[in-house]
């Protein structure tokens, strides 16, 4: 029998030559390579900055200190995501908005973000579900609209901006394009993974960048996130390392959520070959998927590419008409019996206890349970081969038909 893991990682010679450059060089912890991925980061999307991180929750959560979001603050997000875009929100101690999705699609509905607006809300965190950006212009035209009733805090990043901050959760896609620009340079902040089933791996990891904007100055955003990110210590390790350097101040109780070299020298020879071998391979699986599939009228193919957007492939999210969450549950059962290993993306988060204890219910978000009910995520990443595609699909459309 064929064995078909779901998302293993894909680890080249390049990778481990990398590391073990880096494990000979005696500097493991935060330096050269991670400021080197970062530089490279910041040119491969476009941006203005890079901060690399220890994931991307930390990302998301720094981004939101930085612009002084806690307790009566309102932030919205999607309430089809993983926990990461909602539970960051309430580690600063500000309260979570949900809304539901699209019609036809897994990304937040830009409208239902527009009726969930008070003056309260201070952030706007969007989530690319599969690598499939989401529609930036709607919601930054939103925010742009909204400036009337937005309530800063005085002396703070949340009124130099002069309006809602768009912090995207692009946990699933980099190297995906949104009229021609890559994310990274959309929102006005930008969270990547690097975790071991993305795209793009450091093992554990994450980014925050930020585009440009005349209002900011990209050395103090640095410096800033910088000081968060590693207990609010005004020098890194490589700085204190310099003859005669050690002396430091703490000027901040911050974090500790830095990248090491470790992570970043897997990173950088990555993000050397993903364009021409990680994304092209992955566009190439979900072709040979929709080939076979868009034949076939029991099932719903995931929307990857259109006009305007162009995904990073990360998840191929199919959807099995007709189907309760209980009969694909069975469908999952039985691939895994032949080997295949399938998974679900996502429980909407009311489904899940810690936001059931917040009094969020499912029943306010009827098209994420709709969707929910009858998803199946198939196996997606480089190390399928044609044939293993091939066993996939045979069997997929083989248990349908039972």
């Known amino acids: 029998m064929r064995k078909v893991l779901f998302s293993p990682p894909d680890i080249t010679q390049n990778e481990i030559d990398e590391v073990v450059d880096t494990l000979k060089s005696g500097w493991i912890t935060t330096g050269p390579k991670t400021k080197l991925f970062e530089k490279e980061i910041t040119k491969y999307c476009g941006a203005a900055g890079t901060v690399c991180l220890n994931s991307a929750t930390a990302a998301m959560e720094l981004a939101l200190m930085l612009f002084d979001i806690g307790p009566g603050d309102e932030v919205i997000t999607s309430v089809y995501t993983y926990t990461a875009s909602a539970s960051v929100i309430l580690h600063c101690g500000a309260t979570p908005i949900l809304v539901d999705i699209k019609p036809g699609e897994f990304n937040i509905d830009s409208k239902k973000i527009e009726e969930a607006i008070t003056d309260k809300t201070k952030a706007i965190i969007p989530v690319d579900i599969a690598g499939m950006p989401v529609d930036f212009d709607e919601i930054l035209e939103i925010v742009e609209r909204k400036r009337y009733i937005f309530n800063p805090k005085k002396g703070s990043y949340q009124e130099k901006?002069?309006?809602?901050l768009v912090l995207s959760d692009a946990a699933h896609s980099i190297g995906a394009e949104y009229k021609g620009k890559k994310t990274g340079n959309i929102a006005d902040f930008t969270s990547f993974s690097f975790h071991a089933v993305k795209n793009l791996t450091t093992a554990e990891g994450g980014a925050l960048t930020w585009k440009e904007n005349k209002v900011f100055?990209?050395?103090?955003?640095?410096?800033?996130?910088?000081?968060l990110a590693l207990h609010g210590q005004?020098?890194?390790?490589?700085?204190?390392?310099?003859?005669g350097a050690w002396e430091y101040d703490i000027v901040m109780p911050g974090y500790k959520c830095?990248?090491?070299?470790?992570?970043?020298?897997i990173g950088l020879a990555q993000l050397r070959r993903y364009d021409s071998e990680i994304l092209k391979r992955r566009r190439e699986i979900v072709e040979l998927y929709n080939?076979?599939?868009?034949?076939?009228?029991?099932?719903?193919?995931?929307n990857l590419k259109d006009k305007e957007r162009q995904s990073s492939y990360h998840l191929y999210l199919l959807r099995i008409k007709d189907k309760s969450r209980k009969e694909v549950n069975i469908i999952i059962e039985k691939m895994a019996e032949k080997g295949i290993a399938t998974?679900?993306?996502y429980k909407?988060?009311?489904?899940?206890?810690?936001?059931?204890?917040?009094?969020?219910?499912?029943?306010?978000?009827?098209?994420?349970e709709q969707v929910y009910e009858n998803e199946i995520s198939l196996p997606l990443h480089n190390l399928l081969t044609n044939e293993d595609v091939e066993y996939v699909l045979n069997n997929l459309i083989e248990i349908i038909g039972e």
């Open 161 to 164: 901006l002069g309006r809602i």
């Open 217 to 227: 100055d990209n050395e103090k955003i640095y410096k800033e996130i910088m000081l």
């Open 234 to 243: 005004n020098k890194d390790a490589l700085s204190k390392m310099k003859a």
């Open 258 to 265: 830095n990248m090491t070299d470790i992570n970043a020298s």
């Open 291 to 302: 080939e076979k599939l868009i034949k076939d009228n029991r099932v719903i193919l995931p």
């Open 343 to 345: 998974n679900v993306h």
């Open 348 to 368: 909407p988060l009311p489904l899940l206890t810690a936001y059931k204890n917040l009094n969020f219910k499912i029943d306010a978000y009827p098209r994420s």
